[in-house]
């Protein structure tokens, strides 16, 4: 009784801190701090904003957008998302939002911003006076070819989108128009207040039927997979109920239906307790623990379960039968839960946190199942004893068939079954994971050569989109959708920084010589200006202009280059940055009148036929000065610092294929490797090399250590944004697809021996689960062959890897503990020995299975693809795991005979 009452009072303990528990989907906590592509992203996200983009696609389904009511819609959802929790309103892009202006340019005022809507929105009682708002709406999107395409998406008659550099052309007509959105980090600690607040917007515009809505972005994509869990949460009833009814049909009282969920709930309870005790920041996936709990928990139940109303049956001693359940399942049942910690803990040696967190938990739940099943259980029975003449009845009549059928296979020649079963998985595992790349595939051999990637017919990367939700949900189809009218819809984020620091502004006696102000060649100029600056640690802003990357010319005409070959990519649908502002300002002061001819940064090359005379430097800290002048405070800082020092290149992504992802980042790390030495870009660094974002002093010194140096310890800096995050998971799992695992057969090896004194059977052991390791990659091949991203092995999926094989050595030794048992019992006969195994163990192991598959049902049926996957790859290794202990196991001892079960009676 006492351990009964402990296990109560800690599993009140426990359900306290349940509501605790800290849920959330944030690619920046789940990989690596030190990733380079991570820290890249953080700092992006920090200094500039646009790190939690949401996107509201409003398309008209009648005429333009050009109408009051449209136009008024749009300026009210803009205000709607801004009143959301967490937004970021200086950062919103649409026609409504306050940073988005007419510019222009007249000969009495200049340069002329002015909103492109009234804040009061247009007209819907003056015709007249509507008209002409709507005129001036469309002469500022249509004239400013900087932000029109992340204003509105324009079709020519045919119903074709339009080139960004048609928008200004009569035939492109305005369909559909975007508010781009942005939030803080905060909203990721209210996702579910925060995305019931997204959907109740979104059921509110969908009622119109006049506009069609798609919404998209990483935290509505994020924040609704915890939704969906949460809404889901009946299938979990559902999975509880198949548990029931199966342990239900197996013991046939309701005493073996009852005990195992109570002793599997306390440790749920226990594992969940620990988890909001800790507030450890946990994501969706987390569901698979408390899943794998139940699976492996009713597994060891079913075992002790079976073995006291066994022993009960025999003696008639509730006591006795308990010792008797105790002392005969507390060995098999420590060996394998050893193993399934194994299995976990080698997770932690990954560096990234709900790995961490699988691992940990992980543990701890299994730990607890030693007091929660294999002790408690017959505890409970000797308190409510069933009818002796129940036990004695024996078990199902399936049993011993299929323990028969097992046998006679295993024992005759359809022991080649198994083998040529085992032979079709590898074969197939082979064909589709391109091991070796037996097939020649010139792609898949550069892969080989660069990256070592022996198996390059898995995809390790990552469809973020497709992780997340399955392709049949009705998000994805709203993605595609927008897909095809946006410029992209994953973000990437280039940061720029200057090499040199913005110095402080000199004073009095400090103030540079008068002569500069008579130099006239700028390079003698800039030679005075830096050799006074360093002997006075200070900057004279009037002698020598103004400080910061961003306010010269070559440094900006590199970005326009760059950004020019960004926009041609097939992967890139579009750019912005602070050098698209100042190439506008350009086309409408530069001349007589605006000429798209000037749009452009006023380089030396620019002026060379038009203005040799001029200065760029001085032409652009004059545009500098204007735009500061005419926007408002904020206006700015998503692209360009205050000291005008630092900067970002944002940009839009067109695919989410894993592949295509990779190769552009891998094309735009190489354009700025190829032009890191031109004039402009000299002075300048990108991205970073190495984290974490919040220890400034170690990502700086990566600036000039032999990171930064040609040598083999040199990195190229990395690319931000969602891209960035895309690129890091691809990182992370090319590290430890292959790794991680072999390390954990390792250990398990390792753990195996030692329990069994015996290398011969942990041999075994490992050779069965390295079939099933193979196996899982063949699957990770064979969904990369047929594109199904929600499949592919990225490296949220990897960790199925070394749970699967925890998981899957104990059946093995629940085979060889039965084996050896038995064998003790007959006096050596095998064939007695395997049958009896069969019949009772056996049958367990396949309980157990299908109460662990039936327990997958909430991971499958939601619309989430990244618990789909999980089902999947752990419910493949399961299968085959069970197959290969019950029919290929015998048949490996009959054939090798090892001592632990051939030598129990000292033959």
Not at 355 to 378: D, R, S, V
Not at 586 to 591: D, K, Q
Request: hydrophobic share 45%; charged share 20%; proline share 5%.
């Amino acid at each position: 009784m006492p351990i009964i009452f402990l296990l109560i009072i800690g599993t009140i303990i426990g359900a306290l801190y349940i509501p605790k528990l800290d849920i959330r989907n944030d690619p920046d906590t789940l990989l690596p701090p030190t990733n380079r592509y991570v820290a890249t992203n953080l700092y992006a996200e920090h200094n500039f904003g646009m790190g939690n983009l949401m996107v509201f696609s409003l398309r008209v389904k009648e005429g333009d957008i050009y109408q009051p009511w449209f136009v008024n819609k749009v300026q009210e959802l803009h205000r709607k998302l801004v009143a959301l929790p967490t937004s970021r309103e200086e950062n919103f892009i649409d026609f409504a939002a306050q940073k988005i202006k007419y510019m222009n340019s007249s000969p009495e005022d200049g340069l002329v911003f002015k909103r492109l809507i009234p804040t009061s929105g247009i007209s819907t009682d003056d015709p007249v006076k509507a008209k002409e708002q709507l005129d001036f709406l469309k002469e500022g999107i249509k004239t400013n070819p900087v932000m029109a395409p992340m204003l509105v998406a324009m079709f020519d008659k045919d119903g074709k989108r339009c080139a960004y550099e048609d928008y200004y052309k009569e035939e492109c007509v305005a369909k559909a128009a975007y508010i781009i959105a942005d939030y803080t980090d905060e909203v990721k600690e209210m996702y579910l207040p925060w995305v019931e607040s997204v959907r109740s917007l979104m059921d509110e515009v969908a009622q119109d039927d006049r506009v069609e809505l798609l919404v998209a972005g990483e935290p509505y994509f994020l924040a609704w997979m915890l939704a969906d869990l949460v809404h889901k949460w009946w299938l979990f009833a559902i999975s509880i109920a198949i548990v029931i009814v199966v342990l239900w049909l197996e013991f046939r009282d309701w005493r073996g239906a009852v005990f195992p969920l109570v002793g599997v709930g306390m440790t749920i309870v226990f594992t969940l307790g620990l988890m909001g005790f800790t507030a450890f920041k946990l994501t969706t996936m987390m569901v698979l623990t408390p899943m794998l709990l139940l699976a492996i928990g009713i597994g060891h139940s079913v075992q002790v379960t079976r073995r006291f109303l066994l022993d009960y049956g025999t003696c008639g001693d509730c006591d006795e039968a308990a010792r008797q359940a105790i002392s005969r399942t507390i060995v098999p049942a420590t060996l394998s839960i050893i193993t399934d910690m194994v299995g976990f803990a080698t997770l932690a040696t990954v560096d990234i946190s709900f790995y961490k967190a699988y691992a940990w938990f992980g543990m701890f739940g299994m730990l607890t199942l030693l007091a929660t099943t294999t002790t408690l259980i017959p505890l409970l029975l000797t308190k409510f004893p069933p009818s002796v003449e129940k036990c004695q009845a024996g078990g199902h009549s399936w049993e011993v068939a299929v323990g028969g059928i097992l046998a006679r296979i295993v024992m005759g020649p359809g022991k080649w079954l198994p083998i040529g079963f085992i032979v079709a998985i590898m074969g197939v595992s082979v064909y589709y994971t391109n091991i070796f790349n037996w097939k020649g595939d010139p792609e898949a051999q550069v892969k080989m050569e660069q990256e070592g990637d022996i198996m390059p017919g898995v995809e390790k990367g990552i469809n973020y989109a497709r992780a997340a939700f399955k392709g049949s949900s009705q998000i994805w189809k709203d993605l595609v959708k927008l897909n095809e009218i946006m410029p992209g819809v994953i973000s990437v984020s280039i940061p720029i920084r200057g090499k040199q620091p913005v110095l402080a502004e000199c004073e009095g006696d400090q103030l540079f010589p008068d002569e500069i102000y008579d130099m006239e060649d700028p390079a003698e100029r800039a030679a005075i200006c830096a050799a006074e600056s360093k002997a006075r640690s200070c900057w004279d802003s009037e002698a020598c202009g103004a400080q910061g990357v961003f306010n010269d010319a070559e440094v900006l005409a590199d970005i326009e280059a760059m950004e020019k070959w960004m926009r041609s990519h097939p992967f890139i649908g579009y750019t912005g940055s602070y050098a698209q502002y100042v190439r506008l300002v350009n086309m409408l002061l530069f001349g007589e009148q605006p000429d798209i001819e000037n749009l452009a940064i006023p380089s030396r090359e620019f002026l060379a036929s038009r203005d040799p005379e001029g200065n760029p430097n001085d032409i652009v800290q004059s545009y500098n000065g204007l735009l500061e002048a005419n926007t408002s405070a904020g206006d700015m800082d998503s692209f360009v610092s205050a000291d005008w020092n630092e900067g970002v290149v944002l940009g839009f992504i067109n695919t989410m294929d894993p592949r295509e992802t990779h190769q552009v980042t891998m094309d735009i790390q190489q354009y700025i490797e190829d032009h890191k030495n031109d004039k402009g870009f000299s002075k300048v660094n990108f991205g970073l090399r190495c984290g974490p974002v919040d220890k400034p002093e170690v990502y700086l010194a990566c600036d000039s250590n032999e990171m930064s140096r040609p040598g083999p310890d040199y990195v190229r800096p990395a690319v931000g944004g969602f891209l960035g995050a895309t690129e890091a998971t691809r990182e992370v799992a090319m590290s430890n697809w292959l790794t991680g695992p072999l390390f954990t057969a390792f250990v398990v090896f390792v753990v195996a021996a030692l329990i069994f004194r015996s290398l011969l059977v942990s041999g075994i052991l490992i050779f069965t689960l390295m079939i099933t390791l193979f196996a899982q990659y063949g699957l990770g091949g064979y969904f990369t062959s047929i594109q199904e991203w929600s499949g592919n092995l990225a490296f949220h999926l990897l960790v199925t890897l070394s749970i699967a094989m925890g998981l899957g050595v104990d059946y093995g030794i629940y085979m060889f503990s039965r084996l050896r048992e038995e064998m003790a019992v007959s006096a050596g006969d095998w064939n007695l020995s395997l049958r009896n195994t069969l019949n009772t163990t056996g049958s367990a192991v396949i309980v157990s299975v299908v109460v662990l598959l039936g327990s997958f049902i909430p991971l499958v049926a939601t619309d989430l693809a990244n618990t789909w996957g999980l089902a999947m790859f752990i419910g493949e290794a399961l299968v085959i795991d069970v197959f290969t202990a019950l029919m290929l196991l015998p048949v490996l001892v009959y054939l090798f005979k090892p001592k632990y079960v051939f030598g129990v009676n000292g033959q």
